[in-house]
């Protein structure tokens, strides 16, 4: 810890020392005796972060002891690109949880994130091509990492004690993999080694979780302590591998090498007491994703990884679980449901205390169900259930947005256990009057109809974790049925203690693509059962934007201050008008989602607009685009937001359900929501846009607290991500001020 701290001492010294405009010059002998006095290159502060200006490029060389949450780090400083993130650029700190690093960047230096405590993901932009020596040592809350397809090698000791890992996907490019890469990631399951491997490092896997694994054969030597002392079983396909003395330690009699037939290893194998066994020729195996012969956990990640666009797998067909010739999330729930089957998926680490985290989504098996296109009466409810929303959060203060598609969600689950005036007060407020029975087909369609492929993708996920005290909380079958059904919810029975926030924080971080890390900080002790929705959009524009299409330009900020915004300019062609408002559409590829901008007129305030937008002027200003030129401008932006629902359903028309509720079909025990969260994040860029939502409702046993009311304010710019072919918003916001 000492060292530690004085290591960021002498950070902050330095950066502090360079705010000041001191250099060190450096003094150098040239050839014939004179001293020759070098200034260094000067180094500079941006926001969070010291660079250097290195003439055509940037190098972040240390970033603020300050810092904490998420990190962005820009694409360009003084007009360039960052393409460098330098030795320790970012270590040291106990406050960031993510970093986002800008496609840009080709180089990441020697222990730049190591003893970043609370780091939790990471992406690994395409560019880098070396995670290089310490690069994430002591990164102990590391639970994500996505390295890209250009990668080659891993430094030593690269991840050493990232134990919060439990599997990890090295892309087939790498060759070299250094020694004690991996030590000690003491959750590490499941981890493959690529083909082009050709020597199993001193230590590389010392330590880790793992169970078995598949020696590729392009390894020439498996060097000693290279694998854990818990492994039982090992795959060797190059029948020349050489196997140190004590490659693998603990007791060998239980471990198994298979390995062809009378090849060399086979007689060190016998040589060094090891179970043996005749490897046979690979056959096709349905779901295995990483060509290793298998159907393992490591293929899920595959999959996921391939359906969010990263990677790739060799024998598509293998993975196509639904027989369609795409493959996407169906294919992976299937997949799952398969290793779960097979005992072979267990999505969290187990716990030693009885009170396990138990997954039952295999116990109850999806049934087929009957959709319902949407229609005039569902869009008008959807499209009034939206605009309430929005018109209930907006601040004049602060940048808002929501997700009415995420809300929807969670709350249609939820209302499926009502009965009575609670039923109908969902079905009025989130259906517009339509009966559950009709309202979980629109919803299933419109859920299942979702684009998703690199160019445009909305993934939606559900999941139900229930407190495993059966006397305070135990859901009727039929109640599980629908949600299953209708919603593909995962379920899950938990305590409900330290384990299960960071298991449904793990959830939520997964299935919003880590743009939101978690829900919760803790579970209230009266909280029985969560209903928790988590919605992803990324999508590409049809038309980028290029580097001379943006350029620094005033923003009027919501209280009258002037700052610089990167204005990006384009020409567009589908014009927005109503009688109060101008805008315009800018389209997504592929043409199912499109950005609608509207902008107010002068005399009218944003907070008036808002309020007096109806159902159908709003719905009529989305579907009715005019072909007309616009010369329109859009300020890069990106924020994260968060509200606490329950006084704004409440004021929606929705009270019994947090007071006086019936959730008789739920459960048979008295239940209430306690309250409902609702995150999103939004980044709005050159290349497109990238959205997620989470809605959590929170169900309680006891006696509901009836809430005070508070007055809600509007604001000035509005904004929504429409579905062309409904004209539903699926997330709706408003920007006041550039964060």
């Not at 020392?17 to 260094?40: D, H, L, R």
């Not at 004590?246 to 016998?270: C, M, R």
């Not at 295999?362 to 959709?371: L, M, P, W, Y």
Request: hydrophobic share 40%; proline share 5%.
């Amino acid at each position: 810890m000492k060292a530690k701290k004085i290591l960021t001492a002498v950070t902050c010294l330095c950066m502090t020392a360079q705010m000041f405009g001191y250099i060190q010059p450096v003094f150098n002998a040239s050839a014939n005796g004179t001293v020759v006095v070098e200034q260094p290159i000067k180094t500079e502060i941006y926001d969070i972060f010291q660079y250097k200006n290195l003439g055509n490029y940037i190098e972040i060389v240390a970033t603020s002891t300050t810092a904490k949450g998420a990190v962005v780090v820009p694409e360009q400083i003084d007009g360039l690109p960052v393409k460098s993130a330098g030795d320790n650029a970012f270590a040291g700190n106990q406050n960031i949880t993510s970093i986002k690093l800008p496609d840009t960047l080709t180089s990441i230096g020697k222990g730049a994130f190591w003893g970043d405590t609370a780091l939790t993901s990471i992406t690994i932009p395409d560019g880098v091509t070396q995670i290089k020596d310490e690069t994430f040592l002591n990164c102990m809350s590391l639970s994500n990492v996505f390295l890209p397809d250009t990668l080659k090698s891993i430094g030593v000791r690269a991840f050493y004690n990232c134990n919060n890992m439990i599997s990890v996907k090295i892309p087939e490019s790498v060759n070299k993999i250094g020694s004690q890469a991996f030590d000690s990631c003491r959750q590490l399951r499941y981890i493959n080694v690529p083909d082009g491997v050709t020597i199993l490092e001193q230590g590389v896997f010392s330590n880790c979780a793992l169970s078995k694994i598949d020696i590729p054969e392009s390894v020439e030597k498996i060097c000693q302590n290279a694998l854990p002392d818990g492994i039982n079983q090992v795959t060797i396909w190059n029948p020349d591998c050489e196997i140190e003395v004590f490659a693998i330690l603990g007791d060998q009699s239980n471990v198994t090498i298979i390995a062809p037939e009378n090849s060399k290893v086979q007689e060190q194998a016998e040589t060094y007491g090891f179970k043996f066994a005749v490897l046979l020729p690979p056959t096709p195996v349905q779901g295995d994703a990483n060509g290793d012969g298998y159907l393992s956990i490591s293929d899920a990640v595959t999959l996921q990884n391939y359906i969010m666009g990263k990677g790739e797998i060799k024998n598509l067909s293998l993975v196509d679980f639904t027989n369609d010739g795409i493959i996407d999330s169906f294919d992976l729930c299937l997949m799952k449901q398969a290793l779960l089957e097979m005992g072979a998926f267990n999505p969290i680490p187990p716990l030693e205390s009885p009170n396990d985290i138990v997954n039952l989504t295999a116990d109850i098996k999806s049934e087929s169900v009957e959709g319902k296109d949407a229609d005039e009466t569902f869009v008008n409810g959807q499209t009034n259930f939206a605009l309430e929303l929005l018109k209930n959060t907006v601040s004049e203060n602060e940048n808002v947005l929501v997700s009415p598609y995420s809300v929807v969600q969670a709350l249609a689950m939820t209302g499926n256990g009502a009965d009575g005036i609670t039923k109908e007060e969902f079905e009025n407020v989130i259906g517009g009057g339509i009966d559950f029975d009709e309202l979980n087909k629109y919803l299933y369609t419109q859920r299942t109809g979702q684009p998703n492929d690199e160019k445009c993708k909305l993934l939606t996920a559900n999941s139900v974790w229930t407190r495993n005290d059966e006397g305070r909380i135990s859901p009727y079958p039929e109640f599980l049925q629908k949600v299953v059904d209708y919603y593909n919810a995962e379920l899950f029975k938990a305590p409900f203690d330290e384990e299960t926030v960071k298991e449904v924080n793990k959830w939520v971080d997964t299935n919003t693509d880590h743009m939101i890390p978690k829900i919760v900080d803790e579970i209230d002790p009266e909280t029985v059962m969560m209903l928790i929705n988590a919605v992803t959009f990324d999508a590409k524009w049809r038309s980028p934007y290029f580097k001379e299409d943006v350029w620094e330009h005033d923003f009027t900020n919501y209280n009258g201050t002037v700052q610089q915004a990167e204005m990006m300019f384009s020409d567009e062609y589908n014009y927005l008008e109503d009688e109060n408002a101008t805008g315009f559409y800018k389209y997504y590829q592929g043409g199912r989602y499109a950005f609608a901008a509207l902008l107010p007129n002068e005399d009218i305030s944003v907070v008036d607009y808002v309020n007096g937008l109806t159902p159908e002027s709003l719905h009529n200003v989305l579907s009715n685009s005019q072909e007309d030129y616009i010369r329109a401008g859009l300020p890069k932006f990106s924020y994260d937001y968060g509200k606490e629902l329950s006084e704004i359903l409440i004021d929606m028309g929705m009270p019994s359900a947090f007071m006086n509720a019936d959730f008789s079909k739920l459960a048979p025990q008295g239940i209430f929501i306690s309250k409902v969260i609702h995150k999103t994040h939004i980044d709005v860029f050159e290349e497109g846009t990238r959205a997620a939502a989470v809605t959590g409702v929170f169900a309680a046993d006891g006696c509901p607290a009836y809430p005070e009311k508070e007055i809600i304010l509007d604001r000035p710019f509005v904004y929504c991500i429409v579905d062309t072919e409904t004209y539903l918003p699926v997330f709706m916001g408003t920007l006041m001020n550039l964060e």
